[in-house]
């Protein structure tokens, strides 16, 4: 009976639930969830969320939520790269600091995939392509053929040089042929300012900033810059529909990761919370109705970063990006 009870008592102190008894994690100080943008953006609505979430499913835990806005979320991911990997600090980061940036920022001191411990991707963050509604284009057809017939008079804006979106647009003028500006903005709203305004032709944009002003006719969604169509904007067709621009795909996405370093234990308790949000209506509504798409938490981030990456690494010799 001595041995039996010994190896039951051995088994249970193995298995994950005897696991996550034994670390005091997180208890006695709150997590600090750090995300590089302003408050009121994708990446930030889904910061929120997910900190919100986990605060409500790990015991003991107090969750806050730190922006640290600059340079396309470089600021932020450095920060979080050098702080220590105890689980108390962790990031909702983007596709920006986590793959585009790296080609263009010379600052750039982290390592996108070793220099962190990713748990699991977040969410989509679908991009579409719009254009100013006094230009009277209606879809990419007219697109096209307005800038083939012009070329070098219009624009297209972005949140910035080396973004994800900027990379978008630049795969756009790839693909199609085009000759048109890129002018960098800093952030969204003055993008927008000027986009509604009348003062740039065109944008991508995310659709968390997007889809109200598709609604009420101040912008003209003209594609979405996923392989399909995507459930954030169901009735916008892919750019890669358009027969001159098959193959087109360039996506935003979101991800959960800590310090390089971080235990196991702690990583694994976090990608099992990951996953098992995608079963808590609240947590997907909240993010569907700011325009994002909830992933499965299963993709394997690195490989995601690499994959990117070469995309990148080619529209940056493409269009002789620096920042």
């Not at 596709?95 to 989509?124: L, R, W």
């Not at 109200?212 to 006719?217: E, I, Y």
């Amino acid at each position: 009976m001595n041995l039996t009870r010994r190896t039951l008592l051995g088994a249970l102190a193995a298995s994950p639930l005897a696991l996550h008894a034994q670390t005091a994690w997180p208890a006695g100080r709150p997590i600090n969830m750090v995300v590089g943008y302003a408050p009121g953006g994708s990446v930030d609505l889904a910061c929120r969320a997910t900190a919100d979430y986990l605060a409500a499913k790990l015991p003991g835990a107090i969750v806050t939520v730190e922006n640290v806005s600059g340079a396309a979320g470089v600021i932020a991911a450095q920060r979080v790269s050098q702080a220590p990997a105890d689980g108390y600090t962790l990031m909702v980061g983007s596709s920006n600091e986590f793959c585009a940036t790296a080609h263009v920022n010379p600052a750039q001191k982290y390592d996108p995939v070793k220099g962190f411990t990713h748990i699991g991707m977040v969410c989509d963050s679908p991009v579409l392509f719009v254009a100013s509604p006094k230009l009277g284009v209606r879809n990419m057809d007219e697109f096209l053929a307005l800038v083939r017939k012009h070329p070098g008079k219009y624009s297209y804006g972005s949140s910035g040089v080396g973004s994800t979106l900027h990379f978008a647009g630049e795969l756009l003028k790839k693909r199609g042929n085009l000759f048109m500006s890129h002018i960098p903005y800093r952030g969204t709203a003055p993008l927008l300012t000027d986009l509604v305004g009348g003062n740039l032709d065109f944008a991508m944009i995310t659709t968390t900033a997007a889809n109200s002003f598709v609604a009420n006719g101040r912008l003209v969604a003209l594609g979405v810059t996923s392989a399909k169509r995507s459930p954030a904007a169901p009735n916008v067709p892919a750019i890669a529909e358009h027969p001159a621009l098959s193959g087109y795909e360039l996506t935003g996405w979101l991800s959960l990761a800590a310090p390089r370093g971080l235990t196991e234990e702690i990583a694994e308790r976090l990608r099992i919370a990951l996953r098992a949000r995608l079963q808590d209506p609240a947590y997907r509504r909240r993010l569907e109705d700011g325009g994002l798409v909830p992933a499965t938490g299963n993709e394997d981030i690195s490989a995601v970063i690499q994959q990117d990456g070469k995309k990148y690494a080619e529209l940056v010799k493409f269009a002789n990006i620096k920042d």
